[in-house]
């Protein structure tokens, strides 16, 4: 999987918008992000093998 760029998503962001419009901004860059580990095949396979060592 392709490493994240974070600096470069929230580059994007104007600061000059209120806190609520950067929260959601922030947010969406965050879901894509998570719905990319979700799918990464080397994630779940080490995600199921700390839930069976540590629950």
């Excluded at 760029?5 to 806190?19: E, G, L, V």
């Excluded at 965050?30 to 839930?51: I, S, V």
């Amino acid at each position: 999987m392709k490493p994240f760029n974070y600096q470069q998503d929230f580059a994007n962001i104007d600061f000059r918008h209120s806190p609520e419009r950067y929260q959601a901004a922030a947010a969406a860059i965050f879901k894509r992000y998570w719905g990319r580990l979700r799918a990464d095949e080397d994630y779940l396979a080490r995600k199921k093998a700390h839930q069976q060592a540590y629950g």
